[in-house]
């Protein structure tokens, strides 16, 4: 694939969002978490608060941004990012359509969503997403390398289930867009 061109997604992007994060919910449905099942609402929907809260319904849209990812006409992913006015950003939902994806899409709109805000940089994934933990280490590796750290923590209110995996990294580059 290509090039991919990232931009901040705006309220008539919505749509199109929304139907990207159903499918971003549906390949997570496939790891159990702490052994509990991600099935869709009785409406066929899944959760879907974090879109919501990115395109400002939950009155924190000064404090959030989200990205659209284009290649060509074709959307092929996005990108939620949280605590835009504080001193770490937090990049709360990331992902790439399946058709986009071992090409390098997914670190070039990293690299692209990240470099708009240099500075302190947190993500958050579970070990039971082998892809997941290969790309966000890969990611860690190539925004900060040798200087990129990872933890455990728990998850907020959501006893019993196995701490999330953060990686953190301090990112001052840019890219031409």
Partial sequence: MGAVD??????????TVERLWLMFRHDLSEFRNGGVSQLPN?????RNERVAAAFGDSGEAGDWAPYLFLSGEHPVGFAFVRGIGGPTRILNSFFVVRGARRG???MRAVRDVVSRCPGDWEVAFQDVNPGAVAFWRRVGEELAPGAWGEERRPVPGR?????????SFRYGG????
């Fill in 159 to 167: 006893v019993g289930l196995p701490p999330d995996v953060w990686i």
């Fill in 42 to 46: 009785p409406d066929g929907m899944f």
């Fill in 104 to 106: 390098g899409v997914g």
């Fill in 174 to 177: 840019a890219v031409e867009r």
């Fill in 6 to 15: 990232v931009r901040p997604a705006t309220p008539a992007d919505r749509t």
